[in-house]
């Protein structure tokens, strides 16, 4: 074969080389150590002086022209193959993420939000107080006094070293609220309480609703219309029969513990009410002769245990999220 043949020969082989393994193969095929062109250089030594200079400047030529081809190709492949791994490593934004733990409304935080909301809905405002409380406005105030036996029914936590306990009811909110404004008023007050008890049905941190209505001529009557409502309301069922049972507490008067008939025609008591007693009216400069009024105080985990069959009241604090799964909510329900 003739050396033009030979080197158009190379050079389509370079041309044809497929990746760089191929084409690095052929660079050292060529131009290696012991190369087709390398091996022409090394005949040139047999040759005299003037065809020497002829034919090594040709070759040296030829040797040029391929190295140079073979760079340019591996250039062009190596463009080549970042291309094609960009094409393959790409992301497909558009696929759906994979299912992720979204988190749940804890059954309680549900209840309560939705109580509020419905007497929100007639009226009532929302107001709080702070967890540590005096025994002025824990007992006192309430019509509790020091060696009422109602105060050992509490079981209450004393902070040591002070006069304070932690509150254990929502009642002291009637006191601070309306010690700040002046009737007529109507309002809510759900927060944490404490007591010294823990078994299936009680835990020594649970929570309560408070509800006040204070307004001229405010009746028993409106007490009752208002807790059947609620309670037809929030058991999702316009026919639940409600009994209001005498029971008694410092400050109503009169005082009712209300049960609510369950299945199977049983008595569930679901909350504490009654008619605010004139002395924590006066206690909270308000004229029992111009103003009447009603409260109730309900276990915000009692309502939701019944509400969503929940049998033991420690199962909500315990954090088991699989638990949080079954009963929990999702943000738009
Ligand atoms: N504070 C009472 C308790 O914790 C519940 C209660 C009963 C609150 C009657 C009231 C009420 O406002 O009128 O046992």
């Given at each position: 074969m003739s050396q033009t043949n030979l080197q158009q020969e190379w050079l389509q082989q370079i041309q044809a080389s497929e990746d760089l393994t191929i084409l690095d193969d052929l660079r050292v095929h060529l131009l290696?150590?012991?190369g087709l062109v390398t091996q022409q250089l090394k005949t040139?030594?047999?040759?005299?002086p003037e065809e020497r200079k002829a034919k090594g400047a040709e070759i040296n030529a030829i040797k040029d022209q391929i190295a140079l081809a073979i760079e340019e190709k591996k250039t062009l492949l190596e463009a080549q193959a970042l291309e094609s791994r960009l094409d393959n490593e790409k992301?497909?934004?558009?696929l759906p993420s994979r299912p992720e733990s979204m988190g749940k409304i804890h059954p309680l935080s549900k209840a309560i939000q939705d109580i509020t909301q419905y007497f929100s809905q007639v009226g009532f405002q929302v107001f709080d107080g702070p967890h540590i409380e005096s025994q002025e406005l824990n007992f006192d105030a309430l019509?509790?006094?020091?060696?009422?036996?109602a105060r050992q029914n509490h079981d209450t936590f004393y902070v040591a070293g002070s006069d304070e306990v932690l509150r254990t009811h929502t009642s002291p909110v009637q006191i601070r609220t309306l010690r700040n404004h002046k009737p007529p008023i109507r309002f809510l007050a759900p927060g944490r309480t404490f007591r010294s008890d823990y078994d299936a049905t009680h835990t020594p941190m649970f929570h309560q609703i408070e509800g006040v209505v204070i307004e001229e001529g405010i009746n028993f009557g409106h007490l009752k219309g208002t807790l059947i409502d609620f309670c037809r309301w929030f058991f999702e069922n316009p026919n639940m029969n409600l009994r209001f049972r005498p029971s008694f507490f410092?400050?109503?008067?009169p005082s009712a513990e209300v049960d609510i008939s369950w299945k199977n025609d049983k008595w569930l008591e679901v909350l504490g009410c009654g008619m605010i007693h004139p002395t924590v009216l006066q206690n909270c400069g308000v004229d029992p002769n111009q103003f009447q009024g009603f409260a109730f105080g309900m276990g915000a985990e009692r309502l939701t245990m019944l509400k969503y069959g929940i049998?033991?009241?420690r199962s909500f604090y315990d954090g088991d999220t699989r638990w949080l799964d079954l009963y929990g909510f999702g943000a738009q329900s």
């Open positions: 290696g150590k012991n040139l030594g047999a040759l005299a992301i497909d934004i558009t019509n509790i006094p020091a060696h009422h036996p410092p400050f109503t008067e049998n033991d009241i």
